[in-house]
């Protein structure tokens, strides 16, 4: 429904923020400010309140080094088959450290089997790391990839239809769902003045701050670090931008700058309730925004009505609907459109995926990013 829309997403200036590397984001921090021109069209740029009451990155890093270290393995109750997934039960991890903050609880995006409960384990990167990717199957993949059908939706701007293949949308829900019931996993974020977004977020390999607007190492919301970007996916992402650059036959307005991911937001929508209003994304480093490098979007489950325009007006944006496997690519000329997802397109995921993974009803989207 366009309706659905209201033409309010709050972007703000940033002062400061994080930019690291994808081995160790930690060892590459800047510091700056902003490029007005980069992301001109924020509705707060003329607000006043933008900046005040803005806390700096730094009083993120200030914080004792063993902060977020200690956790308990999670213990998460599944819902029975059949229950709805708005009833599932998160994980209760509580460490004595965060007793003064907020306890956040996954968000468990699977309907379970039989077991009643499931052990997550602590974050073990490594664990996390390996790929599950052999030479035979990535040479298939990566042909397949190339094969699959590309459609330019504007200059530099690209959607690669049915790009992952169903063992990789498989193995995404899977990483997904492991990741997102354990500390740093799923949550219903809030912008600063308390609205809560229509979704359950996790982020891998720095945490975006939905009411600073602002990239963090440790999640302020609990406390957490935020779990790495599995390997797979970032060899996923490569893939992605070979095959989207390949769709421009002339460089120049088409171009889509290559990214190193440093970020990945996983967004879960629920069939019912799920959209992201309007926005554009500009919360990277300044070098990252004008040097428009591309944000790279892999959609698993569900269908998504995906609105995308030069304004932030659901009745000038263009549209298009993002199926489980598609991947949607925009950098270059198209860096800053403003986008967003109207509605969820109920019991459109493709069902062997849900036979195999018990997949919730809803969407999940993985947005790459080097910030
Ligand atoms: O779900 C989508 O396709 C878009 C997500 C998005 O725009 C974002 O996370 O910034
Ligand atoms: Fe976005």
């Not at 998460?76 to 609880?105: C, E, H, I, R």
């Not at 829900?173 to 019931?181: E, K, P, S």
């Not at 991947?327 to 397109?345: P, T």
Request: aromatic residues 10%.
């Amino acid at each position: 429904m366009v309706d659905s829309i209201p033409i309010s997403y709050k972007k703000q200036p940033l002062t400061h923020t994080a930019m690291g590397t994808v081995d160790n984001p930690k060892r590459c921090i800047s510091k700056f400010t902003s490029d007005p021109n980069s992301c001109s069209s924020w509705s707060s740029k003329n607000d006043s309140s933008s900046l005040s009451g803005f806390t700096n990155q730094w009083d993120v890093l200030s914080f004792p080094t063993h902060y977020g270290k200690k956790r308990k393995p999670a213990y998460v109750k599944k819902p029975n088959f059949g229950q709805s997934y708005s009833t599932s039960a998160g994980a209760n991890y509580s460490s004595d450290l965060f007793d003064n903050l907020s306890k956040v609880k996954g968000f468990d995006i699977c309907l379970s089997k039989r077991k009643k409960f499931v052990a997550v384990p602590s974050l073990d990167p490594d664990l996390y790391q390996k790929t599950f990717l052999d030479p035979e199957l990535t040479h298939k993949a990566f042909l397949h990839k190339l094969n699959a059908s590309k459609i330019v939706l504007r200059p530099g701007m690209v959607l690669l239809k049915n790009h992952l293949t169903h063992k990789e949308q498989v193995e995404i829900v899977r990483t997904c769902q492991t990741l997102g019931v354990g500390p740093g996993g799923f949550y219903q974020p809030a912008y600063k003045d308390g609205a809560k977004l229509d979704l359950q977020m996790m982020c891998l390999g720095l945490n975006w701050d939905p009411k600073r607007l602002t990239y963090e190492f440790i999640r302020s919301v609990d406390g957490c670090e935020v779990p790495t970007i599995p390997r797979a996916l970032r060899f996923q992402v490569r893939d992605a931008m070979i095959c989207g650059r390949i769709s421009f036959e002339k460089e120049g307005e088409g171009i889509l700058p290559f990214i190193i991911p440093n970020v990945c937001v996983v967004n879960f929508y629920s069939a019912a309730t799920g959209r992201l209003d309007l926005h554009q994304d500009c919360s990277e480093s300044r070098t990252s925004l004008n040097e428009r490098l591309s944000v790279v979007s892999f959609s698993v489950g569900d269908s998504a009505e995906f609105l995308y325009g030069d304004e932030r007006d659901v009745y000038k944006a263009d549209r298009v609907i993002l199926e489980s496997g598609d991947v949607l690519i925009f950098g270059g000329v198209s860096r800053h459109i403003y986008h967003g997802v109207s509605s969820i397109i109920p019991n459109t995921a493709p069902k062997k995926l849900l036979e195999e993974t018990r997949l919730c009803p809803g969407r999940l989207n993985l947005t790459f990013r080097e910030a």
